[in-house]
């Protein structure tokens, strides 16, 4: 009788272990499933952060430009102001060699 315990006993332990051998398989799988999963995410989140630094430096060369194109309109609106200063001048000295004659 102790030696039919011992053996149900026995084939109970081995049965764990099968079990045991089971769930170690399952969780090996499900871990590799996550690591690809994860992979996946780090390849999609390292392809988005490329395309955001690519779209600051376009917005960066876009703004210099607009910046260089402001400084340029400034200069000319700073050169027509002077020209029409300087046609105001000569317009009233005009006005004044006319009154004079």
Same mark, same amino acid.
């Given at each position: 009788?102790?030696?039919?315990?011992?053996?149900?006993?026995?084939?109970?332990?081995?049965?764990?272990?099968?079990?045991?051998?089971?769930?170690?398989?399952?969780?090996?799988?499900?871990?590799?499933? =996550?690591?690809? *999963?994860?992979?996946?995410?780090?390849?999609? +989140?390292?392809?988005?952060? &490329? @395309?955001? #630094?690519?779209?600051?430096?376009?917005?960066?060369?876009?703004?210099?430009? =607009?910046?260089? *194109?402001?400084?340029?309109?400034?200069?000319? +609106?700073?050169?027509?102001? &002077? @020209?029409? #200063?300087?046609?105001?001048?000569?317009?009233?000295?005009?006005?004044?060699?006319?009154?004079?004659?």
């Amino acid at each position: 009788r102790a030696v039919q315990r011992l053996e149900r006993t026995l084939n109970a332990k081995e049965r764990d272990i099968q079990g045991l051998h089971k769930d170690v398989r399952k969780f090996k799988s499900t871990v590799s499933e =996550l690591k690809s *999963e994860q992979k996946m995410k780090i390849e999609s +989140i390292q392809s988005e952060m &490329a @395309d955001i #630094e690519h779209r600051c430096i376009l917005t960066e060369d876009l703004n210099l430009g =607009l910046c260089e *194109e402001k400084a340029a309109l400034e200069s000319q +609106i700073a050169k027509s102001k &002077a @020209d029409l #200063e300087t046609i105001r001048v000569n317009l009233d000295k005009a006005d004044m060699t006319i009154e004079e004659y």
